[in-house]
């Protein structure tokens, strides 16, 4: 029925209005800095809203497939904190791309299970098997775009509550690594201003980009152990199952 392309056709929509609209060329880091003081006196007056605001326009950008999230990450720990800034994405992230998810499995649920034979079929079957595992390692280790592992989950049959519950989880990590950043980059844009000059690029050097480029080879490294992990216990599944 044609109103099922309904809520992705919005989603689409949504996305070519604001680039036609230029709202992209506002999310950059110098937009960012340039901001700061009217930004944290909006957050200082309504904290609460202000919250609220930036979790809705995440899950917004998240949901339109908006090439950003790094960046929002490193505003979110820049303007709330690394705690408060990362759960506020962790929150807006996995709305965001549950709203993608379905409105993806609305538009093709379906096609991919008509269509599918021979490989395919075993291919979509193993996904739908262990999709809470595939789903946990694409997002601990994010080899693909955020919103490529939102749509692809919504060709095969995967429950609700899987999805949400990999990508909460999975996201975890990296969230709180790059949150971190974003908190250090005020220190640097304080120091930088009270010596009176422009941020340089070894002004970026903190302990926070540190802590956070470990964080993440922490991610990469759990991606690898738990893939490992995934194959050998598919492996001892192949190995006792019927001849």
Known sequence: MPWRFVPLGLIVLALVIGYGLGWHEHLSLGALVEGRAALENKIEAHPVLSAAGFTAIYAAAAAVALPASALLTIAAGFLFGWLVGGSLVLIGATAGATALFLAARTAFGGVLRKCAGGRTAQLAKGFEDGAFGYLLVLRLAPIFPFWLVNIVPAFFRVPLRTFIAATALGIIPAT????????????????????????????????????????????????????????????????????
């Open 176 to 243: 709180y690594a790059y949150a971190y950043l974003g908190q250090g980059l005020d220190s640097v844009l304080l120091a930088a201003s009270a010596a009176g000059r422009e941020v340089e690029l070894q002004d970026l050097a903190t302990k926070e980009l540190t802590l956070s480029l470990g964080g993440l080879a922490v991610v990469a490294a759990l991606a690898v152990i738990i893939k490992r992990r995934l194959k050998g216990k598919a492996a001892a599944e192949g190995a006792h199952g019927p001849k």
